[in-house]
């Protein structure tokens, strides 16, 4: 490979950039584009480029794409005029719009596509939840428009990322990882067999997360230049390499956020009730650090779980105190709470809609916890601003790879890459 300062991707189903943001972070790779088509995600990620990465408003606009990734040769050739003047304004740059991915990309070669297609319909829990097993759901096809943009600039390595529950999805009675397989390899392509998948699956606490996420992480190489020193097994490998032996705790990564307790009445800040108070008077109020509010009901239950230690409790004692409360007949009890000493479960996106499953480990505070608190142990850098309301930042939150995790798959491949010849 010839001597340059950085490699360039492209990042597909793009979130609010947790990908993007671990890539950048790496120091080793420019983001020539960006899509998303959720436009709370695509503020956010504009506002991060501009406001860390040194892009101007425009170049921020012209990069961080709104649009149908379903619509694939839209994307890539241009030509959007319904796009253009959507019902948020002018939500795309008009050369963009015009262009197309190509027209952006221009001769500028594109060493790697990353990205994941949305989760739900793979996710044990989103199949269990569906009458049909999420096998009539659109996104389980969603791979297919990835490929596609990969088959357009024809990158070295693409990387593309989802929950483990993809090894086991079967729409349309094939399994996903069968069909992803024989597209890969149609268009030129060697990644991990399907019955090999499973070993390519990596924990975010392996890379200094505080949080047990797992995913799945399908590095595809082209090709024409597979080689020994440039192939799965060395990219996967300096995975491994750049792995951690130590484990980061929640108390690491949120100890030191203000404490809040239950207010003895309701508080009305910017519009919202309020159940809880800083026990510092003189904090400056933030959307992002004051928790949700919480009736009685739950600070009364968040408190006994916490100080009962209901999480070491065995299942059916979780269960009989879950229903007992709620006079429920449930088989789950839907509260859980994080340890100071361990790393977090998987921050998801329900969080927008409660946090039962996301009580804070201080019994005193009595609460779930709270956006900045959810940001930090998924790895976002302290600096990184959330400025929708507070059910879109929990939402792009719960969906974003870790940064932390992105950064090190990053390094992994750069490392790999220095071994291509010119």
Known sequence: MKK??????????AGCGGLSEGFLQSGKFDGLAHVEWEIPMVRTLRNRLTKKWNHSQEDSLKHVIHFDIQKTDELINGNWSDQTNSIYGNSNHKEVAQKGLKGLVGDKKVNLIIGGPPCQAYSVAGRAQDKNSMKDDYRNYLFESFINVVDAFKPEVFVF?????????????????ERVYESFSKYGYTIKKPNELKNAIQVASDFGVAQKRKRVIIIGVRNDVLSHDFSLETIYKEIDNLKSDKTV????VIGKLPVFIPSDKIEKINGRNHSHKPINTELEYNDNIWPRFHNERDIKVFKHWVSNEMNKKPMDERISFYNK??????KHAKY???EWKNPSQTIVA???KDGLMFIHPDAKQARSISVKEAALIQSFPDDFEFTEKMGHNYKMIGNAVPPLMAEKIALAVFNVFKTLKA
């Open 4 to 13: 340059q300062s950085k490699l360039t991707f492209i990042d597909l189903f």
């Open 161 to 177: 990322e989802n929950v483990p529950g993809m090894l086991s999805a079967s729409p349309g009675d094939k399994m996903v990882t």
């Open 249 to 252: 705790s929640i108390k690491e």
């Open 325 to 330: 409360l709620l006079d429920k007949n449930a």
């Open 336 to 338: 859980r709470n994080l």
């Open 350 to 352: 329900h969080l927008y």
